[in-house]
């Protein structure tokens, strides 16, 4: 099983509001990743969670806001976005190290208002 | 800067024909190669991974590596319009973080 699961597909939010998006795998990785994308351009890194702790931040504003609850579970909690986050944003899973393949969640299309 | 380079197309390949799409890195040190395929609007699939040098095989996928030269390339035999996406290139070193190259738009046309 490669599945990883992400919601909601779809969020619009004001500038105002708070909302999270939600990353599941079930396939004992160790290692998840938050990643933006904007259209035509290849995944942006934002955060790498490694046994559960904040290994990389890529200079994320703080208007995004990792958590790892526990092994399986990835959230991101946004606040105050602007229009210049929406993008397509991306949860994946990997065992830690370099030989490990990365598999991608569907995505959650954030479009902020 | 560690970087990965891709052509970015689109390549355009007629149905039943060899598609190669190529990939150069600057980091010496990396470890693993992948390839992901993007639908327009979806997120990447992974489609083939590889680690040594020379070619590995899957279907009709075969990823090439050369170390020596920073250089893997994806060859798809008998292309189909269904193969028609945006081909991503990510190298891995020996952290977590992967690099991935621009990306190579492919059309498969009929």
């Known amino acids: 099983d490669t599945e990883v699961t992400q919601t909601p597909k779809h969020l619009v939010m004001g500038m105002t509001n708070k909302k999270s998006l939600k990353c599941e795998q079930h396939?004992?990785?160790?290692?998840m990743y938050w990643y933006k994308q904007k259209a035509k351009k290849p995944p942006e890194l934002m955060f790498v969670y490694s046994y559960e702790k904040l290994s990389i931040n890529e200079s994320v504003p703080s208007r995004f806001s990792p958590e790892c609850p526990n092994s399986s579970l990835l959230n991101l909690h946004l606040h105050a976005l602007q229009p210049e986050d929406s993008a397509l944003y991306l949860c994946?899973?990997?065992?830690?190290?370099?030989?490990?393949?990365?598999?991608f969640g569907p995505g959650t299309r954030l479009t902020v208002t | 800067q560690k970087e990965v380079e891709q052509n970015s197309g689109p390549l355009s390949v007629p149905e039943g024909a060899i598609a190669s799409l190529n990939c150069t890195y600057s980091d010496r040190g990396s470890q693993s190669f992948f390839w992901y395929r993007q639908y327009s609007g979806k997120s990447p699939e992974l489609i083939m991974s590889i680690y040594s040098n020379g070619d590995k095989e899957d279907g009709r996928f075969t990823a090439q590596l050369n170390k020596a030269s920073q250089y893997v390339s994806l060859l798809i035999r008998d292309s189909q319009p269904s193969d028609s996406a945006t081909y991503l290139c990510?190298?891995?070193?020996?952290?977590?973080?992967?690099?991935f190259g621009g990306g190579t738009r492919l059309m498969v046309k009929p």
């Open positions: 396939m004992g990785h160790r290692a």
């Open positions: 990510a190298v891995k070193n020996a952290g977590n973080m992967l690099t």
């Open positions: 994946a899973s990997s065992q830690p190290g370099g030989l490990y393949e990365q598999y």
